[in-house]
């Protein structure tokens, strides 16, 4: 990928080496939040408990269902539902409910300090999950389970919150082991046991394993984990290549494939950042779809200068009434983390392809991210290093009175949610490029 910073790692210890060589020794612990947003909301508004809720929007609103909790679930309402769907199907007295982000990303701090306590090694994969190399700890620790008993309690006791973990000797079998588990559980996939474990699960639970992979699996009558496990490696190959290889390894509980390469706690670089709006009414005006587009930018910019990186590409999307939806991008002459240069390509992006028709939903991607910004000539720079002064001081009047403080878009009506973001970089225990930076400081004390 284009974008990996190659951190070389310290020759490991002759202990570490044969660890590595034996990933049977290797124990591995999956955490994941018990319905995170859900649970958040119900810290702040415990007249929640026992009702039916969804986190996402408004019941007659646009958009999908980020989080429900047990209770909704029950009604076949998830993550990623139309949130009029997930209307239709639940009772009159079901709670819908905005999200508020900060909440979310303050409780995720709070996850990262628990697991923090019991080992270095702690990778947050997603605002609520994170994977934990235990290996070794024993000492300290105990055995696994006890480990993972503790880290329950304590959980549940500085956050208040209910987590599940599940405990294998591979991040993949640990991460379906954790999801097993759910909710408030604890898991352990024995040693050796890993593809019996996995073989009479639906193929969907393989993590990576999506709709459209799974109906081709269907298709070939591939239901369950046995029967991938039963076919040649050669014949996923040759039919899905890279990804049927992965596929073969991840059924026999291996981490295989391009989402496990890293150790955990070694730092992956995001590929793109996003941000999209759905318009609860959808627009034609074209003052309110370019004060959007500036919003999204300010969104953009200020992750990647919380991140310390800078973006080569910009990237409109843009979808009409009917769904046709069309992205456009521009590559840079020089990389950017400036919202102002962000807008500029991203209106221009706009202005060019909008045919004119009404707009359902507007997002604007940052990707092809380095980490130092492009050569300028001096004029520029001169310029530009104004602009990255007076970001900065936004973007502490952000940290202080919220994020609506200092805007671009100045004069929007609009209320923004942060409905997507792919690849969240201020998540703690994502680990900063630049450890020194200030901006970064930030992000992992998110
Ligand atoms: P998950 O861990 O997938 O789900 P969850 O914590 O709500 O429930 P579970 O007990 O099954 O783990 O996602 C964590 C949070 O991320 C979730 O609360 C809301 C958010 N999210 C979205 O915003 N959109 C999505 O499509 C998904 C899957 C999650
Ligand atoms: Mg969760
Ligand atoms: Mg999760």
Known sequence: MSTRTQTSRPQPAPEEQRREA?????????????????????????????????????????????AANYAARKFGVHSAMPLRTASRLLPSDAVFLDGHPDRYRECSAQVYDVLQCFTPAVEMASIDEAYLDMSGTERLHGPALRAAHLLHLMMKDRTRLNCSIGIATSRLVAKVASDQAKPNGVLAVVPGCEAAFLAPLDVRKIPGVGKVMESNLHAMGVRKVRDLAAMEDSQLEQRFGKWGLALAGKSRGEDAGGWFDTAIGEHEDPKSMSHEHTFNEDSADVNLLEATIARLSEMVGRRLRESGLYARTVQLKLRYSDFTTITRAHTLAAATQLDTEILEHARSLFRRNWRGGAVRLLGVQASSLEHSEGQRDLLEATRHERWQHALDAADRMRDKYGESAVSLASGMKGVYRERTHENPTALPGKAPSKPDDRKNKKATEA
């Open 22 to 66: 034996d990933n049977s020794l290797r124990t591995i612990f999956h955490v994941d939040m018990d319905a995170f947003f859900v649970s958040v909301e119900e810290l702040f508004d415990p007249s929640l408990k026992g009702k039916v809720v969804v986190v996402g929007g408004r019941r007659n609103e646009r958009g999908v269902v980020a």
